[in-house]
């Protein structure tokens, strides 16, 4: 995910030599390189975060507590924006690593989703100890990688599942579909230019006249119809309760 977000912000109107990476796997960073060789790579976190206006850490949870140790005597508290992206470490918990002097440097939390790779990507931010100006500047920043939202750390785990996870999802109903119309006599490959084409179709009218869905269905359904079986099939194996029951499943408590 962080090389993902480092190609991506080099796409945009973000410097790419602005961009700096470390990484001890010497292939990730050239593979950074390869795609764009403006990006800096370095083998070493702390000169990475010396100089930097934003400190991005990108790593699994159970590393956070290490590569935190690591790199605190080089975070300049007073101007550093730090920045994590690891799933379930808390303000809190990031708090207790950083605080040195009863000082703390402006926290953020972001959960991205893949598409992010695309520049398409749902990311959704907290802040703590963080500024007005501070806060826009890394809506902005994200909000070219897609679209940024900002909610209050008690909503991450929700949006988590609904986006970050959810993007699975959305996979999985594509998977579904595309098997469908392979049983009912299409190609596999032009059965997902459809689907994929359809829900393009779909978001573009939820998005350009800002309706519920349940308005854009109606347009489609009508009494005895097709598409009104379909619906009430699907309905009948557990279609939207097991949606709502599978982001349920993937919250974190």
Not at 26 to 40: C, G, M, P, T
Request: charge should be negative; glycine fraction near 6%.
């Amino acid at each position: 995910m962080g090389g993902a977000i480092a190609r991506s912000l080099s796409q945009g109107t973000f410097p790419a030599e602005n961009i700096s990476v470390s990484d001890l796997n010497e292939n990730s960073l050239r593979d950074l390189q390869n795609f764009n060789n403006k990006i800096n790579v370095t083998s070493s976190n702390i000169e990475n975060v010396e100089d930097a206006e934003i400190v991005l850490l990108a790593v699994k949870p159970w590393l956070v507590p290490s590569i935190i140790e690591n790199i605190k005597t080089a975070i300049n508290y007073d101007k550093q924006i730090f920045i994590s992206i690891a799933a379930g470490v808390t303000f809190e918990e990031l708090k207790s690593l950083l605080e040195e002097e009863g000082k703390i440097p402006a926290l953020f939390r972001i959960i991205p989703n893949t598409a992010i790779d695309v520049l398409q990507s749902v990311s959704i931010i907290s802040s703590f100890n963080a500024s007005k100006d501070q806060e826009d500047k890394i809506l902005n920043i994200f909000g070219e990688l897609g679209k940024a939202f900002l909610v209050p750390e008690n909503q991450l785990n929700a949006f988590m599942s609904l986006s970050s996870c959810g993007i699975a999802y959305a996979m999985r109903y594509v998977r579904a579909a595309v098997e469908g119309g392979v049983e009912i006599g299409i190609y596999p490959n032009v059965a997902k230019q459809v689907v994929i084409q359809t829900l393009r179709g779909a978001i573009d009218l939820l998005e350009t006249n800002d309706s519920h869905p349940e308005v854009e269905i109606d347009k489609v359904t009508t009494p005895g119809g097709l598409t009104i079986k379909g619906l009430n099939e699907m309905e009948a194996n557990g279609f939207t309760n097991s949606i709502i029951k599978g982001l349920k499943a993937s919250l974190i408590e």
